[in-house]
């Protein structure tokens, strides 16, 4: 699995890279007994199941079956091949792996010859910016708008020129092939033939991952007087560039929205990139106003409260109720910045500061609240139109509440404001519920799809589980269960790694043995196996005889199919008459008589072990 990179070197990352240290870099975990747990990354979840075993170096999720190792992990979180994660945990670790050599860029990996292009195209603009004509007045139209020479760098802010292929033409120098530059989003097809550069004349942004690689851009038109195209402009959908999962200005902002427990999410660069200069650092940017289901995770997974402050005119957009309500459903607790009219963050910081925005954020009222606010100044309550449409509305949002104690209250309040029965009101908020008007919760589909669907008897999970805590366990399983008792081809996968790191009188742990695959399933089942808790600390003479009932169970379970299959054939050489062949079957069924062990073979189901 190690494509290309020694397996003493893997070894040495594995060694030298502590799970829970790399994990509470991305979340926060909180000690439980051995164990370390904090909510899941890989789905929505309002308890945390998302375990981390700093004994056994593995994660895994009671929720999802999300887990692995911490290769396993890097690889699911940033979106990586294991080549990739093995080379950020190696430069963290300070570790140097040998590269080999290359006879052609072909043999790259996709996704890192994109990530090395994004990172030339980064330095190209940076050097526009700073050394051509145009560049130049682009850098003062910055520092008009506040933004210091420090911070354009930290950003790598940078310019594209004017000129259909100025990029093109200078990555094709560097030996970039035009179709890595599509691939890569930096360059479209023209309508009849050639390329142009598709960020031209514009302020360049390179937006980050969590991890601090650059993964796409986004463009900014200095002048739009006859010049055609939107005012900003993305990166397209690239293998490393989603849209809908990134945030912009976390990999600066983690620590910070960690160290606080809240994230400020913003609209647009200038206002992360205003806040963060100021001081006020625990910011991103949703790169558009509706928040996804995958940018809410990584936002729960660092905080417990999220402060939206949207430019006003933005905040009250249906699309901004969507995504702020699939943020909530994932137990953040949501408040809403209230700016005063035709304010964005970038604006107000620089004409008030950056601690009247913070007194801003601090006065910002819980999502509901506000949405129930905004609807009020909507409708005029003391005509019956106004009234009816105010209550449609009303039920709406009183379903997308965390919890009944958060909506009883609302609907008292609404009862109030309408001068009704509570109950009544309370009786059609219960036909709305009834009609499905519930917002799906983000990450329920996910949840059914990540589970592992490997079709394991529970001896062969036990068997696991026990040969990777003990040599003694793993030896005995070597000497006594033959592979042909296993059925799914997956399982045997598992057991063969084991018996070869047995046969060299190695001992072996779940967190190496990962390495040996890339199917996620087998990854979970393995992961799964050796953490479940029932299983976990046995005296070794009780290991010793579970490992013996469940090699006998899985040989009993075999011999039965065995014994059916002879029975079968040993009916069709009857009406053939093949003496021989029937002579030499009923040998063979005698053997499977004789038992295992040479013990008379029991037809009956028996042990305790559910096969």
């Known amino acids: 699995m190690g494509q290309g990179i020694p397996d003493n070197i893997i070894e040495e990352i594995r060694q030298h890279t502590d799970l829970a240290e790399v994990v509470g870099e991305y979340l926060k975990l909180e000690s439980r007994g051995k164990n370390m747990v904090g909510l899941c990354p890989f789905h929505n979840e309002k308890t945390p199941s998302f375990t981390v075993s700093p004994e056994k170096q593995l ?17 699911q979180m940033d979106n990586l091949s294991f080549p990739e994660a093995a080379r950020f945990l190696a430069r963290r670790a300070g570790i140097r792996i040998p590269e080999p050599k290359r006879t052609s ?58 000129e259909w292929t100025g990029f093109f033409n200078f990555a094709r120098n560097k030996g970039v092939s035009a179709e890595l530059l599509l691939q890569a989003g930096l360059a479209s097809p023209g309508k009849e033939k050639g390329y142009y550069d598709r960020f031209r004349n514009r302020v360049i942004f390179p937006i980050f991952d969590i991890s601090g690689k650059i993964a796409g851009f986004g463009g900014r038109l200095l002048d739009q007087k006859g010049k055609q195209g939107p005012k900003y402009l993305n990166s397209p959908e690239t293998p490393v560039f989603d849209k809908g999962s990134i945030l912009y200005g976390m990999n600066l902002a983690r620590e910070w929205i960690r160290r606080e427990k809240m994230a400020i999410v913003m609209e647009g660069y200038t206002d992360v990139i205003t806040a963060y200069q100021a001081g006020v650092k625990n910011v991103v940017a949703s790169l558009g106003t509706s928040l996804t289901t995958n940018q809410a995770r990584s936002l729960r997974s660092q905080a ?3 402060v939206t402050a949207y430019d006003s005119d933005s905040a009250g957009e249906a699309a901004t109720w969507r995504g702020l309500s699939i943020l909530q459903s994932t137990g953040c607790l949501v408040q809403v910045a209230d700016l005063p009219e035709g304010n964005d963050p970038d604006d107000y910081i620089r004409e008030m500061g950056a601690e009247a925005f913070l007194e801003i954020v601090r006065k910002a009222c819980p999502l509901v609240e506000y949405r129930l606010l905004q609807l009020k100044k909507r409708y005029d309550l003391s005509t019956e139109r106004d009234r009816r449409q105010y209550t449609e509305e009303l039920m709406d949002i009183l379903l997308t509440t965390v919890n009944d104690i958060e909506q009883n209250y609302y609907l008292k309040k609404a009862a109030e404001e309408l ?84 046969a060299k009188e190695t001992t072996v742990t779940a967190d190496q043995i990962l390495n040996h695959f890339e199917d996620p399933k087998i990854i979970n089942l393995i992961t799964e196996a050796v953490t479940d ?28 199919r065995k014994q059916r ?33 040479g013990n008379p073979y029991q037809l009956e189901k028996g042990g305790d072990i559910n096969g």
């Open 59 to 75: 994660f895994h999720c009671f929720g999802c079956g999300a887990s692995g190792n911490i290769f396993s992990f890097i690889m």
């Open 105 to 162: 860029p072909a043999e790259d990996d996709m996704k890192d010859r994109i990530y090395r292009l994004n990172g030339l195209a980064a330095k190209f603009y940076v050097h526009c910016l700073n050394n051509s004509g145009p560049g130049k007045i682009t850098l003062q139209y910055l520092h008009k708008r506040g933004i210091e020479a420090k911070t354009i760098e930290q950003f790598m802010i940078g310019y594209a020129p004017e």
């Open 304 to 306: 417990d409260t999220v």
């Open 419 to 502: 001068g009704v029965d509570e109950e009544a009101l309370r009786s059609e908020l219960t036909k709305h519920r009834r009609r499905g008007k519930r917002l799906p919760q983000a990450g329920e589909k996910e949840i059914s799809e990540n589970k592992q669907g490997i079709n394991i008897k529970p001896a062969e999970k036990i068997l696991i589980s026990l040969m990777l805590q003990s040599k003694d366990i793993a030896m005995q399983g070597r000497n006594q269960l033959h592979l042909d008792y296993v059925d799914d081809e997956r399982v045997k996968e598992i057991i063969k790694v084991l018996f070869e790191y047995t």
């Open 533 to 560: 808790p029932a299983l976990q600390d046995l005296p070794p003479r009780t290991a010793k005889r579970m490992t013996e009932d469940c090699i006998n169970k899985l040989y009993s379970l075999w011999a039965k």
């Open 565 to 597: 299959e002879l029975q079968k054939k040993l009916k069709e050489l009857e009406q053939q008459g093949s003496e021989e062949e029937i002579e030499k079957l009923l040998r063979e069924h005698q053997h499977l008589l004789k038992g295992k062990d």
